[in-house]
């Protein structure tokens, strides 16, 4: 998805985009080995879907024709995290809920059709190119079937995902390495698609079974998809996996925090295998950092920050990484026609921020595991309490959780959450807590019901 929103911004100031793809060309909407977890639930949080048609123009309205699930987040989502469950209301957030390999198709589908845009397939990248004054990338060395050959650009852009080489290419090019951090939570995930039972009645499109660290630390996740399916995804941290097999993986849904999701699933029929994919760590790169960087080259997407995929973040940070590259670009344009000096450095700098409380919200929370691996920083307790006080807060206050939305999905910073009605409130549950030996909590044993009203845009 970043290699290809990536060819999308480019193609409106570049005369060729060239995307290169290990894969062979997919012949429909099918998982492949170069993205093993398009097999598994994935989230397109607002801003993203908001991105995504700016980008494309129809795209969205057209999937919901198709077979998409048009979600409000506050009215049509069962979300239990943290031990207790959401308010429902009508928020006005929109999601779309589908397959990531049917959404990665229908992208394709738009890059592919671009007159500026060559998408080449089954062809890998084994190095950088570099001018004489090895100062500036120039291009990139392709491997193919037909053979080796060089390929020159006057921008390379890196969305190779966690499997990126960049690291050892600018080191052997005399760069150095950049300042990596990194979370260890040894996750993996198990998915399998599902027929909804003809007699179950939930009134959600999307439930959500998180855990409350650091006690508990497994999860699940159902979505409505395309086809009228059930896509549902079971995750456990630090070894504890969900199984694959039919019995395995319903047990696994009976033993998280809520029994609503196995409810749900125990006389559902299963339409596919289960598959497992594991997540060793959640990963950023600081290439902001580095003393040294070479002009003409750029990276986003998960070649500098892999996150949590529980948290379902991954593709609206693609996207959004996305359209500020061109945004980047298209400034570069207008202060310097014909160059793109210092477009590589101003890039990853402002990246680097955009990716700030992505990145700090969820590993903030994973590193109140103590089993976590990754350094903890002073006052990060601190943190902890305030960001669980707030999760509980939510719970108990539909305008913080109104708030809290805003934030999670990416349409606001953290300014959201200061407004002085809403920081007042906050203060009195936070003193409440102190004296209180459990969190006070609304929602925890029973799921609140939709409002009657349709949710908007439905």
């Known amino acids: 998805m970043a290699g290809l929103l990536g060819a999308r911004v480019l193609s409106d100031f570049f005369e060729e985009v060239i995307v290169l793809e290990r894969d062979p060309a997919p012949d429909g909407p099918e998982a492949r080995k170069g993205v093993p977890q398009g097999r598994h639930a994935h989230g397109l949080l607002d801003a993203g879907l908001q991105v995504l048609e700016s980008l494309f123009p129809g795209l969205v309205k057209e999937m919901y024709a198709e077979g998409g699930e048009r979600m409000d987040m506050g009215r049509d989502a ?40 060559k998408l080449r397939q089954g062809c890998s990248v084994d190095g950088l190119l570099l001018d004489e004054a090895r100062t500036r990338v120039t291009g990139v060395k392709v491997r193919s079937p037909e053979g080796e050959e060089t390929l020159t650009a006057d921008l390379v852009v890196d969305t190779g995902g966690r499997g990126s080489r960049a690291p050892n290419w600018l080191e052997a090019l005399g760069f150095g390495r950049p300042e990596e951090e990194k979370v260890g939570l040894q996750l993996a995930y198990t998915s399998r698609f599902f027929e909804p039972p003809a007699h179950y009645k939930g009134d959600w499109k999307m439930m959500a079974v998180f855990p409350r660290a650091p006690e508990e630390w497994r999860g699940g996740f159902i979505a409505k998809v395309e086809g009228g399916r059930w896509l549902v995804t079971l995750h456990g941290y630090f070894g504890d996996y969900p199984p694959t097999t039919d019995e395995g993986f319903l047990e696994f849904a009976r033993a998280l925090p809520k029994p609503d999701l196995w409810e749900a699933i125990r006389d559902a029929r299963p339409l596919s ?76 700098n402002k990246l680097a921020r955009l990716l700030g409380i992505p990145w700090r919200m969820g590993t903030t929370m994973d590193l109140k595991y103590p089993q976590a691996e990754g350094q903890r920083y002073p006052g990060l307790g601190l943190l902890h309490w305030g960001f669980g ?29 200061m407004r002085p009605d809403l920081l007042a409130a906050f203060a009195a549950y936070g003193l409440k807590s102190l004296f209180v030996p459990f969190p006070q909590r609304a929602n925890v044993h029973s799921l609140p019901q939709a409002p009657a009203q349709a949710s908007e845009g439905a």
């Open 78 to 117: 069962a979300w239990h995290t943290a031990g207790s469950w959401k308010p429902r209301y009508v928020s006005g957030i929109e999601l779309i809920l589908c397959t990531r390999t049917w959404l990665e198709w229908k992208v394709r589908g738009r890059v592919g059709a671009l007159r500026q845009v």
């Open 273 to 348: 295998e289960a598959v497992m994919h594991k997540v060793p760590s959640s990963r950023l790169l600081h290439y902001e950092r580095m003393e040294r960087f070479p002009e003409g080259f750029v990276l986003l997407g998960d070649s500098v920050c892999a996150l949590n995929p529980v948290y379902g973040q991954g593709m609206t940070v693609c996207s959004l990484s996305a359209r500020l590259l061109g945004e980047v670009v298209a400034r570069q344009a207008q202060s310097s026609p014909g160059s793109i000096l210092g477009l590589s450095r101003d890039f990853q």
């Open 389 to 417: 006080t707030l999760i509980d807060f939510t719970s108990v206050n539909t305008l913080a959780c109104r708030q809290f939305y805003e934030v999670m999905h990416m349409r606001r910073g953290m300014e959201a959450l």
